[in-house]
């Protein structure tokens, strides 16, 4: 056969290359576009009101890489299922009914519901054509490079919307376009990283690995969370740590536990956070338990857990009434963790470096309260602030450097 190829401009768009193949011997003939030009900075949609027959003969450049829709029929011609053509509305429906009659036969002698199914549907896009109500054809080309005719050119066409968009990276990789990566952060590996490194076990001093890694908590800051695991006696470990300095000012958070629901808030306990529940007459001083990043039921249980193992409630030197008063906190704590039982729940940190989590951010949440106060003087002296000089502490005399 013969292929013909011609370059030509299409008025009020570009130039594309129009190629034509015809074979003498089968009469078989065959006619693609494709564009002249570049792929466009922007991808481009057009949407054309049909109103009339003059509009199902508008000239349209569908790419290769374009989908065509009509949104009144469900009716999609998915992207790189044809080759790109120069035609017209009444082209396009008409090229998509031969797709559907092709295998009609087989379909008729294998499946007669889904062909009779689809012969319904060839019936509803042959009645587009007549136009006896109005439809929307859609052109939407992550390329930039297809065409609706605008038969109003240069004026404006109220029936025709062209909004131009930009790519995704999935449509830019579809067309083998190669995005331009930014350079790695520093700081963006390092949270992508697991840290390890040696030390000693603290129950049998054998040596195991600590491994570290710096986690971004949304709407509060970064931690480091730290785990030990000692594979000769099995000891394990985690600890947080805040990833940031101690805060201006104080950081006193209410929860008022009213729905099971409350025990799945991530909750993050610095080692310098208490702990109270007033309806308990409970309170966690600061640095037990260390700096925990879990659930408020997880925190809860490990609370239970340092009770129940309470030297002073256990062996021959216990006494009755300690004990049962003991076991009497651990059920009411456990009615608390299953939802039967309403509390408050307050973590008071001086360093405002705790957190709990708010599960209607960026709204406020109706149960939590966060009061941020000026610390005291001995919270200052116990977080090791008083003494702590960081500016003018060079002695006199000293040669600066």
Not at 171 to 179: H, N, R
Request: hydrophobic share 35%.
């Amino acid at each position: 056969g013969v292929t013909r190829l011609l370059l030509t401009r299409i008025p009020f768009f570009k130039e594309i290359i129009v190629s034509s193949f015809a074979c003498d011997s089968c009469s078989w003939s065959n006619t693609e576009i494709q564009s002249a030009g570049r792929i466009q900075e922007q991808g481009v949609r057009y949407t054309l009101a049909v109103t009339s027959r003059q509009d199902m003969n508008r000239e349209v450049v569908k790419t290769d890489c374009a989908t065509a829709r009509i949104p009144e029929l469900d009716f999609e011609i998915p992207a790189f299922t044809q080759k790109g053509v120069l035609t017209t509305i009444e082209g396009i429906i008409d090229r998509a009914v031969a797709g559907l009659e092709q295998d009609q036969p087989v379909r008729r002698a294998t499946d007669e519901e889904v062909a009779s199914k689809i012969d319904e549907f060839i019936g509803k896009l042959k009645q587009l054509k007549e136009v006896r109500s109005s439809f929307t054809f859609i052109i939407d080309d992550p390329s930039g490079n297809s065409f609706v005719e605008n038969p109003h050119a240069p004026r404006k066409d109220d029936a025709l919307a062209v909004t131009h968009y930009r790519r995704t990276p999935q449509q830019a990789a579809l067309l083998g376009l190669e995005l331009d990566e930014k350079p790695a952060d520093p700081a963006e590996d390092l949270r992508n990283e697991v840290l390890q490194f040696n030390t000693n076990c603290p129950e049998c001093n054998a040596p195991a690995n600590t491994n570290m890694k710096l986690v971004q908590i949304p709407h509060f800051k970064e931690v480091i969370i730290m785990a030990t695991n000692c594979d000769s006696c099995g000891h394990r470990t985690n600890e947080v740590k805040s990833g940031g300095a101690i805060e201006p000012q104080g950081t006193r958070i209410t929860l008022r536990i009213t729905d099971p629901s409350d025990m799945t808030r991530d909750i993050l306990k610095s080692e310098t956070c208490s702990v109270e529940i007033p309806e308990l007459e409970f309170e966690l001083g600061m640095g037990v338990l260390g700096g925990k990043f879990t659930t408020l039921e997880g925190l809860l249980k490990d609370i239970g857990d340092l009770v129940e193992r309470n030297p002073f409630t256990l062996g021959d030197s216990s006494r009755p009434s300690k004990t049962e008063k003991l076991r009497e906190f651990v059920g009411k704590l456990h009615e608390i963790v299953e939802g039967k039982t309403k509390a408050h729940f307050i973590m008071d940190d001086p360093a405002g470096n705790s957190y709990l989590q708010n599960v209607y951010a960026p709204e406020e949440d109706p149960e939590l309260k966060v009061e941020r106060y000026e610390r005291t003087f001995e919270q200052n002296e116990d977080l090791g602030l008083n003494d702590m000089k960081t500016e003018g502490y060079e002695p006199e005399g000293a040669s600066g450097r």
